[in-house]
């Protein structure tokens, strides 16, 4: 994974997820701080109970390829990503002004998109 430009990226949780395993992995030279490890720790394991754990990147350019007719604001593809939403009530809390941007059938249309382009949340044993 590469930072094209790391002063304008958002990152899904996915990548995220994905970012820190490369890292954890990684032979780092000299002694890890300790609150280093700590962060990656935490990060990785409440990354790993999301919807993030279970998509990959193909998940994720599908659902953005077929959600672009919604003209959907770049962050609100990323909540539909980093959330996955199956209700219509939280697909409508992550879209501004949903009410007014989406008719009822839209809503649905978008919901069927979601559940098709990105896997179900891994369940946790």
């Given at each position: 994974?590469?930072?094209v430009d790391p002063t304008?990226?958002?990152?899904t949780n996915q990548e995220v997820l994905t970012l820190l395993k490369e890292v954890k992995a990684r032979p780092q030279p000299g002694k890890r701080s300790r609150n280093h490890a700590t962060i990656v720790h935490e990060t990785m394991k409440y990354?790993?109970?999301?919807?993030?754990?279970?998509?990959?990147?193909q998940h994720i350019e599908k659902l953005i390829l077929s959600v672009e007719k919604f003209?959907?604001?770049p962050f609100e593809i990323m909540q539909l990503i980093n959330l996955r939403p199956s209700t219509q009530v939280e697909l409508q809390l992550l879209i501004e002004e949903a009410e007014e941007r989406l008719t009822v059938d839209q809503v649905d249309e978008l919901l069927k998109m979601i559940k098709n382009c990105l896997p179900p949340q891994k369940k946790e044993n």
């Open positions: 994974m590469e930072v304008n990226m958002l990152l990354l790993s109970t999301s919807p993030a754990a279970a998509q990959n990147r003209k959907l604001f």
